[in-house]
């Protein structure tokens, strides 16, 4: 009995791990780990079960990462793996690990930040810039390249940049 | 040779549902012509941002509303297959795009309702319109900042934006109304605590408004004739001219996917 435990438990290590490599499309640096969309791994008799969640509803992504979890998981072993659409708990970018905050700050997109306030209509959150770290920075469109996405720019260095939005 | 139009099975549950999956399929479409028109890139962007959060939005409701008929529909025949008085959405979501300062007004309207509609319906007891409620509401914030903003910019711009946009008020006012109405079964599921009753956000709702419209130094209207029609699928001349470009693929092409 032991044993087929630990082999499970292994078994559904190896299927989260394939998934777990599936990365972003948009944004090819962070995993859908580091993104907190990869929510359960789970099997149903042989076959694999492995349930995303979108970030933001329209995201067109979803559906690409859904065909790689299934070729991932094909190339892992696991035959027609099923992948599984959940809404609820809605994600949130607090889900977002540390890894994928680092990673995405390197890739000089601005992660996003637990104490701005999606909920207050006007005013201010600071946004230092990842080019140079000024903080004198200004909004310029609350919608950027990518849904989770705003377009920044730094006022120092003039650069534009990505700020993850908080959601 | 035309594609017929599908069969829907109207319970109050599924006329629910679909009305809410149409306001957002049809404004995510009017919103989805400004794309490569809008004024400036960062506006396209935004705007047809907007757009997708609404179509998915309403793919989670039509593929609901379809799940809850339990015929043969789904999200694609739901909207792809329906004429003009079968759609269920709000006049004011078909209403053309205008003017910019139409188009932020008419979203303006709306997102403050529906900011203030998807946080109530998060406490639904219907698990399904509940989880998408969450997800919708943290989107609707977004939608309501923007056109709120732009209210203000336009409001307190320009003489010729401000005219825009005071006119574009008075001429979307009157649509309004529906979205505060509800009808015998739509009573049921607010009793069931399935619904919320849209009366109870009013108040709120018109808060938001004097808030930003007078900061934008324009006037709301003080004409409270309401037009009603598109909850029964009695609609404007536009619907029709625009699903006839939103279905155009799927009923000269039937089946047709990517």
Known sequence: MVTVLEHDSELRQRAWDAAASVVDPEIPVLTIADLGVLRDVVFDGDHVEVAITPTYSGCPAMNMIALEIEVALERAGFHRPKVRTVLSPAWTTDWMSEEGRQKLRAYGIVPPQAASSRRALFGGQAVACPQCGSDKTELLSEFGSTSCKALWRCKACREPFDYFKCH | ?258
């Open chain 2, 1 to 258: 040779m035309p594609v017929a139009n599908i069969q829907v099975s109207e319970t109050p549950m599924v006329l629910y549902t679909l009305r809410r999956a149409d306001d957002a399929l049809i404004l995510g479409h009017r919103l989805s012509e400004w794309c490569g028109h809008a004024p400036m890139l960062e506006e396209d962007m935004a705007l047809s941002n907007i757009a997708l959060d609404l179509i998915g939005q309403a793919r989670e409701l039509y593929t609901y509303a379809a799940a809850v008929e339990g015929k043969d529909n789904d999200e694609d025949k739901l909207a792809y297959l329906r004429d003009v008085r079968q759609y269920r959405n709000l006049l004011l979501v078909e209403q053309p795009n205008g003017d910019f300062a139409q188009t932020l007004v008419r979203q303006f309207f709306y997102s403050a309702f529906a900011d203030l509609y998807w946080r109530a319906m998060m406490t639904s007891r219907d698990a399904t319109l509940a989880a998408i409620a969450a997800k919708s509401e943290k989107e609707s914030a977004y939608h309501l900042r923007h056109a709120s903003e732009w209210i203000i910019r336009l409001g307190d711009g320009t003489d010729e934006s401000h005219v825009r946009a005071q006119t574009a008020i008075d001429h979307l006012w009157a649509f309004t109304g529906e979205m505060f109405a509800v009808d015998d079964g739509e009573c049921a599921l607010i009793h069931a605590g399935i619904a919320i009753d849209p009366g109870t956000l009013r108040g709120r709702w018109l808060t938001t408004l004097s808030d930003v419209i007078s900061e934008a130094t324009l006037e709301l209207p003080q004409n409270d004739w309401m037009q009603q029609g598109g909850r029964a699928g009695r609609h404007s001349e536009h619907l029709g001219h625009l699903l006839s470009e939103l279905q155009s693929m799927q009923r000269t092409f039937p089946g047709l996917t990517w």
